[in-house]
Nanobody
Framework: QVQLVESGGGLVQAGGSLRLTCAAS????????MGWFRQAPGEERGFVSA????????YYTDSVKGRFTISRDNAKNTVSLQMNSLKPEDTAVYYC???????????????WGQGTQVTVSS
């Protein structure tokens, strides 16, 4: 089991930026694909971005392409999500998650952080 702790959420005006970071407690971090998901009130948790363990291949949902960038540092056991040009519709609780395989499907992620709130004001 991987323990995950997110940080970096907050309140920002539309057009602003935030950087989320997720720290993982595992000795085999590079063997996990890491994903970011978000959940707004009354909505299901949805895929935002993912990065593979070793090759660093990245995936994004269409609504964040060109604005968000996922990255990871396997030496530090961290994965980050740089969010630029934020919009009010990006407002949600953001979760990081770990999976043994690279996937955009939420059901394949077994380990989750507690979430961090991102609020974008108009």
């Amino acid at each position: 089991q991987v323990q995950l702790v997110e940080s970096g959420g907050g309140l920002v005006q539309a057009g602003g930026s935030l950087r989320l970071t997720c720290a993982a407690s595992t000795r085999t971090f590079s063997s996990y694909a890491m994903g970011w998901f978000r959940q707004a009130p009354g909505e299901e948790r949805g895929f935002v971005s993912a990065i593979s363990g070793r090759s660093g291949t990245t995936y994004y949902t269409d609504s964040v392409k060109g604005r968000f960038t996922i990255s990871r540092d396997n030496a530090k056991n961290t994965v980050s999500l740089q969010m630029n040009s934020l919009k009010p519709e990006d407002t949600a609780v953001y979760y990081c998650a770990a999976s043994r395989t690279i996937t955009t499907n939420v059901v394949h992620y077994k380990d989750w952080g507690q979430g961090t709130q991102v609020t974008v004001s108009s």
